[in-house]
């Protein structure tokens, strides 16, 4: 009965993976349009080897989930680049932050921002919106929009997650707690902070 349960969750933990490549593609597919035409892009996105102030360590980026064969690049259009990066925290391995995004030339902002939430909502395992979408400024007028909402993997845990779309990056970031089994464990106002957090550690200007 534990090893299912367990099972389970590994299982889930696997779908914020995945999903998070699927929900790049949903976004990426309108990051047509807009931006610098005479030159790169003024933001691009990295992955480094911490975030959030060292509480979640780089456990695999866009060339090592490459190797697992979670990919969007091919689908990508041309002049943008997707990143794509897990995260362990750093006092439990199990608890994990997925990073699907990418930079280039974002003609519509707000259609990649629901696109990139739709294909969540819509990718492997359709995860159940068990709260939906509102719009968190955890830094304030000066820092990112994010909008955010929890949603029930199909193991059973809950997981939030917050995006951004800007006029030259956008991402989503997932956070999977095996340990959070009901929606009242999520909280959400918090997750949103960390976000704000990693949109500063992994945007780099030009």
């Not at 299912?4 to 349009?33: I, K, P």
């Not at 509480?55 to 943008?80: C, F, H, N, S, W």
């Not at 006092?91 to 696109?115: E, F, I, N």
């Amino acid at each position: 009965m534990w090893r299912s349960r367990s099972d389970a969750l590994n299982r889930a933990s696997l779908v914020t993976s995945v999903a998070g490549a699927a929900v790049a593609v949903a976004g990426a597919l309108l990051l047509l349009g807009g931006g610098d035409d005479e030159g790169g892009p003024a933001t691009r996105l990295v992955t480094p080897p911490a975030v959030a102030g060292g509480a979640y360590r780089l456990v695999a980026d866009t060339a090592a989930l490459e190797k697992e064969g979670i990919t969007v690049q091919p689908g990508m259009p041309e002049g943008t680049v997707s990143v794509l990066a897990r995260y362990a925290r750093a006092d439990d391995p199990k608890a994990t932050l997925s990073l699907s995004g990418a930079y280039g030339r974002v003609g519509d902002p707000g259609a990649v921002l629901d696109g990139m939430l739709k294909g969540l909502e819509e990718g492997p395992g359709s995860p159940a919106v068990v709260s939906a979408r509102h719009v968190l400024t955890p830094d304030g007028p000066q820092g990112p929009s994010l909008t955010c909402e929890v949603v029930r993997l199909d193991g059973g845990a809950y997981a939030p997650a917050c995006a951004w779309a800007e006029t030259s990056d956008a991402a989503l970031l997932i956070a999977f707690d095996p340990r959070k089994t009901s929606a009242s464990a999520v909280d959400e106002t918090a997750f949103a902070k960390i976000t704000a957090t990693v949109y500063r550690d992994v945007r780099r200007t030009g």
